[in-house]
């Protein structure tokens, strides 16, 4: 079970002499995805020192807190902290689901382009909760929303305290916000593709999770999970009819795609809200065409064109017809390409 | 591609039956398509070396050059590139992988 770590020329490979050496099976970092050498050794668990500067305090507040008790009577305090939210903002959509008591957050993008947050609850305890997540997330850029890891939830220690359905509407509170993060950035990056794939059931975190099963069961496509959302529907036609649409990266992959290959059918769903983290990046850098939310796509074809040719030329076929959009921000593709008689099948 | 850094690599796919250019390490993998290639091929209990892409910007460009292949993870077996992860989960399933893993192995 030795890892050997060669030096060939620069190049750094690692090997292993048994297999048996594999781990359980890993969480699916996916959110962290990082850019070479631009951030190094990332995947490690997230430390409190990789927290916006407005989370950390709150962590560093409760975990010098000593003791269980008194952790939770602070968390009660935020809530009397919790600035009154209005009438009009206690609406469906900006209600937490999975949560055992009501709660509502509204995020606000103000003029120095950070987010600011509003929230509501009929309990005390959830009260606390969201309050803490107001003040831990307000006055964060986008992207440090997006890249903040659940497990922050940890380092508080409240654990314990809450019970498992009080920890799992901590949970959906807190992606709810990083979801509607990416809603506000999508709305004002004029991109309808984000707002669209954000509006997708809670089913982003679970491609981690069909990833890892994908192995063991081999039944569930990696992007499985997202096969039901009609995100692109009910945009495309008019989106394509009006004179700029949302969604360029994807209109100029049907086209190109079209042309080629005639296809009897495709498919193009945007998958890339389920990868908020790599999202983070496109909002840090803006100017990048389709916006941020047009990075990862599910791509169906069945064409003719493929009949005789191994997966691998019909794979290469589809890269080479959409190199532009490579270099335009798309970043992966999940791709399917049938001959007509193996779609039948 | 440097022409140094494209021998290694030569090398490297032609001295090892399976390898991987991937996105994090087998016991770190930084993304979803490259972890689901490094559980199948731990499930398929064979031997194969990985390069994390990530490390190296001349590498992770040059690679997508040298396998006309944009994206990451590239599976090489035996020598030739042989998919993604989408072609690894297909073959995996249909039990194609096996057989060229077998093969490949035995050769």
Redesign the interface.
């Known amino acids: 079970m030795a890892m050997i770590s060669q030096r060939q020329c620069g190049l750094r490979v690692a090997s292993s002499l048994s297999s048996r050496s594999s781990p359980a099976v890993m969480p699916c970092p996916m959110r962290r995805q990082s850019l070479g050498r631009a951030m190094t050794g990332v995947c490690r668990a997230q430390k409190v020192s990789d927290l916006p500067a407005s989370l950390k305090k709150i962590v560093g507040a409760f975990q010098m807190v000593p003791d269980p008790m008194a952790r939770y009577k602070q968390l009660l305090f935020y809530a009397t902290k919790l600035a009154p939210m209005p009438d009009e903002d206690h609406i469906p959509a900006n209600k937490v689901e999975g949560c055992v008591s009501q709660v509502w957050v509204v995020p606000e993008m103000r003029a120095d382009g950070l987010i600011y947050w509003r929230a509501d609850s009929d309990s005390q305890l959830t009260k606390g909760l969201a309050a803490l997540l107001v003040t831990g997330l307000s006055g964060c850029t986008p992207a440090e929303i997006l890249t903040v890891q659940p497990e922050f939830i940890e380092m508080l220690g409240l654990k314990q305290s809450l019970t498992p359905s009080r920890n799992n509407g901590f949970l959906n509170m807190f992606r709810l916000m990083q979801r509607k993060t990416l809603e506000l950035v999508a709305a004002s990056g004029a991109s309808a593709s984000a707002a669209a794939a954000a509006a997708a059931p809670a089913g982003g975190e679970s491609v981690p999770q069909a990833a890892t099963a994908a192995a063991t069961a081999a039944t569930s496509s990696t992007n499985g999970a997202h096969a039901s959302t009609p995100a692109p529907a009910p945009e495309a036609p008019a989106a394509s009819a009006a004179s700029t649409s949302r969604t360029p990266l994807q209109d100029g992959m049907r086209r190109k795609l079209t042309e080629a290959l005639k296809p009897s059918t495709l498919t193009i769903i945007d998958e890339s809200a389920q990868h908020a983290g790599h999202a983070a990046m496109m909002v840090a850098k803006p100017g990048k065409a389709g916006g941020p939310g047009e990075t990862h796509f599910k791509v169906e074809v069945v064409s003719e064109a493929f009949e005789g040719l191994t997966q691998v030329k019909r794979q290469r076929m589809v890269y080479q017809l959409l190199a532009d959009e490579f270099n335009m921000g798309l970043h992966a593709l999940a791709l399917v390409t049938r001959t007509p008689a193996e779609a039948s099948k | 591609m440097a022409p140094?850094?494209k021998?290694?690599?030569d090398?490297?796919i032609a001295s090892?039956k399976v390898v991987v250019f991937m996105?994090?390490?087998?016991?770190?993998?930084?993304?979803?398509?490259s972890?689901?290639v490094?559980?199948?091929?731990?499930?398929m209990?064979?031997?194969?070396?990985?390069?994390?892409i990530?490390?190296?910007?001349a590498?992770?460009s040059g690679m997508k050059e040298y396998s006309?292949?944009?994206?990451f993870p590239q599976v090489y077996i035996n020598g030739d590139?042989?998919?993604?992860?989408?072609?690894m989960?297909?073959?995996?399933?249909s039990g194609e992988l096996k057989e060229q893993l077998e093969i490949a192995l035995n050769s």
């Open positions: 140094d850094l021998k290694s690599i090398e490297l090892n996105k994090g390490t087998r016991q770190f993998p930084m993304c979803g398509f972890n689901t490094v559980q199948i091929l731990n499930v209990d064979v031997p194969y070396q990985t390069v994390n990530l490390e190296d910007d590498i992770r006309q292949w944009p994206t590139f042989f998919g993604g992860c989408d072609i989960m297909e073959a995996y399933q």
